[in-house]
């Protein structure tokens, strides 16, 4: 067997491959759904009915998207850079702690303030959180994938002391949940009586303005440039360290904002459970779209379509809900491989 | 609490060596695969299959070791996705491994669920039964500590010392390392990188599964989703710490496990001025901060996250 790199590709190809991957991954989940002594064509059938077959399972689906999409795009932009961001889980929390601190009672401003307010300082917080595995990354060469998932653990259990401690909500009959956030900072609902929120449109608006500043704008090139090639940036005279810097503020901003909306926008109280994975699940997002900021609108809406849908349909028939994540963890080798057929071919001799 | 009254009290070392015992053979693995030049962050979702396949081999009337071998295939199966995503096609590790930690830990669950669909409270087995071996585990102190736990506590230990040999006093060992260090150099020899990468990786990944399989089959008696609980990230960190040595990683894997215990104690005692979680806590910061300290000295294999493809440079 050997590997040849292609000269160039179809951009139907580039576009098509993903989508294909994410048919193979489902043909491979098919063999699970048989075990479970059900039909698969019926099974994912039920799936996408019940991820967008009423107005009530798709404000639930986009609703499950915009924490995606923010933690999808907090990993795209910082792999773009090579910053290897596997905290997004930490940042995500570090958010919802801010919203939560200033929120539920602390400083009180008229909803049209408080909401940019509770965003703004949940992403400074999220942003300077990821600062110190960078700091680590920079000056002291500790690598950052560990470094950024370990510290996933240790904010868990500062939000674990918080809820069952000082922030413990006495309201709350005995659970382990923090007082909930002010009228004021609860994301207004788009869809009446549907629990699809302002964060949503926030989130799209996120993923507009990130697409537009990597295309388009110098820091943008910069973060390129230094995931492309570091030695080459700085033999360019580019700002290195201030990219870096650069890339960590946003992608721990934009991940601590999924928390900040997943709270003030569907919970209203920080619970152990607010985020059911989305930091780890934002990697996966980012890697479906290639890195791509647009595309990683699509993805996240392809994951949320995943969990809804097996949701509903583990109800239909006996399956268990798990059979989701095995979903998004096939589909997430699926494109790698059909990411690397774009690139290179095989050759069998 | 006197926590200096701890380091002589038998009980506490006991429950160190038991406790270190998954982190060894997870930290063992990564090691292997890590000084052949591939990392693999598949660990923790290797772990997890592990626990889930040993255990499912025991409750479907499996013997015990056959349980082991049977989560040590299910590794290896697992370790060969991963060197034939980044081994054969060159592909991030990083992503890669994160996507079998995924694919580990979820089809874990599901197999349960599938297996088990309607239970609250998980059926229990049979587990390993300490050792009491004659002679030696009479031996003050260390016979308690060391030669009456189960079987695959000392299998761990014994494990340390052949893995040492082999990489550092054998030629297959030379040639594992050279594949880290200098892939080009390896395959002037005549060596097969891929070849020989791909079946570090596979020897890891079983050791991984098995560090899982020891948590359901000899620690606790019963699966429940989730009861790898970070700790082969923990074996992820203990590797640098340990600057790739078979010596120092043990020598890691009981600090860590001794922090554990200590916050365990404390736990029960509950009347500490300090919350529990931060004890928790302690083992995370403490391989964050041993990654700093060691790092400096930037021992990594050099070829590490590094592909190989042939004729390309």
Redesign the interface.
């Known amino acids: 067997?050997?590997?040849e790199p292609r000269e160039s590709m179809a951009f139907g190809w580039q576009v098509g491959a993903p989508l294909l991957a994410v048919v193979a991954a489902m043909a491979i989940c098919s063999g699970?759904i048989l075990?479970?002594g059900a039909s698969p064509l019926s099974a994912w059938g039920l799936l996408l009915k019940g991820a967008l077959g009423s107005t009530f399972a798709l404000t639930e689906t986009l609703t499950r998207a915009t924490p995606l999409i923010f933690t999808g795009l907090a990993a795209a932009v910082a792999f773009r850079a090579k910053l290897?961001n596997?905290g997004g889980e930490g940042q995500f929390y570090v958010g919802a702690c801010m919203a939560t601190w200033l929120g539920t009672g602390m400083i009180d401003l008229p909803a049209w303030l408080m909401i940019p307010f509770l965003f703004l300082t949940g992403a400074l917080a999220g942003g300077l959180f990821l600062l110190i595995p960078t700091w680590?990354k920079t000056r002291?060469?500790?690598?950052e994938?560990?470094?950024t998932?370990?510290?996933n653990?240790?904010v868990l259990?500062?939000v674990?002391?918080l809820v069952?401690?000082p922030w413990k909500d006495p309201m709350a009959m005995g659970w382990p949940q923090a007082a909930p956030v002010v009228d004021s900072a609860m994301l207004p609902v788009l869809v009446p009586k549907s629990s699809l929120h302002l964060g949503f449109v926030l989130a799209l608006a996120c993923a507009g303005l990130v697409w537009w500043m990597m295309r388009f704008t110098v820091w943008g090139f910069e973060i390129r440039a230094v995931g492309a090639s570091l030695k080459a940036s700085t033999f360019a005279g580019m700002p290195v360290g201030a990219t870096i810097v650069r890339t960590a503020l946003l992608s721990g901003g934009l991940a601590a904002m999924a928390g900040v909306s997943e709270l003030c926008g569907v919970k209203g109280y920080l619970t152990l459970d607010l985020s059911p994975g989305f930091g780890?699940s934002g990697?996966?997002v980012a890697?479906l779209a290639a890195l791509h900021p647009l595309g990683v609108v699509l993805s996240a809406m392809f994951i949320a379509i995943i969990y809804i849908g097996a949701d509903s349909m583990s109800r239909a028939i006996?399956i268990?809900n798990?059979?989701a994540?095995?979903t998004?963890?096939?589909s997430?080798?699926m494109v790698?491989?059909a990411m690397?057929l774009t690139r290179?071919r095989i050759r069998w001799k | 609490m006197d926590i200096l009254s701890l380091v002589f009290e038998t009980g506490f070392w006991l429950a160190t060596v038991r406790m270190a015992t998954p982190l060894i053979f997870g930290t063992m693995g990564e090691l292997i695969c890590e000084r052949a030049g591939v990392l693999n962050l598949g660990i923790e979702g290797i772990m997890a299959a592990g626990c889930m396949s040993g255990w499912t081999w025991v409750y479907l009337g499996g013997t015990l070791w056959g349980g082991v071998l049977f989560a040590a295939c299910v590794g290896a199966g697992l370790g060969l996705l991963h060197a034939v995503f980044t081994v054969h096609l060159g592909l991030s590790q990083h992503v890669t491994g994160l996507g079998i930690t995924m694919l580990g830990a979820s089809l874990s669950s599901f197999a349960f669920r599938m297996i088990l669909p309607q239970v609250t409270t998980p059926p229990k087995i049979v587990p390993f039964a300490p050792l009491d071996i004659p002679v030696l585990s009479t031996l003050p102190f260390i016979g308690p500590v060391l030669f009456s736990q189960t079987a695959l506590t000392l299998t761990a230990f014994i494990l340390v010392a052949v893995t040492a040999y082999v990489l550092l006093r054998t030629p297959l060992g030379l040639a594992l390392r050279m594949v880290g260090e200098n892939p080009l150099a390896a395959e002037a020899q005549g060596l097969s990188v891929l070849g020989l990468r791909t079946g570090a990786v596979m020897a890891g990944s079983a050791l991984m599964a098995v560090g899982g399989a020891f948590l359901t089959l000899a620690a606790f008696d019963a699966f429940y989703i989730g009861m790898v609980n970070g700790r082969g990230w923990i074996c992820i960190a203990l590797v640098v710490f340990s600057s790739w040595k078979p010596g120092k990683a043990l020598l890691g894997t009981l600090l860590f496990a001794a922090f554990d215990a200590i916050q365990m104690r404390v736990q029960q005692q509950s009347i500490s001025a300090i919350p529990y979680q931060f004890y928790l806590m302690l083992p995370y910061l403490c391989s964050i901060l041993a990654l700093i300290a060691m790092s400096r000295k930037a021992a990594y294999p050099k070829a590490l996250l590094v592909p190989f493809r042939k004729g390309e440079r």
């Open positions: 067997m050997r590997l699970l075990w479970a290897w596997i680590l002291l060469k500790a690598d994938v560990v470094t998932l370990l510290l653990f240790v259990l500062v674990n002391w069952f401690g780890y990697i996966v890697m006996t268990s798990y059979i994540d095995v998004t963890a096939v997430l080798l790698l491989l690397f290179y």
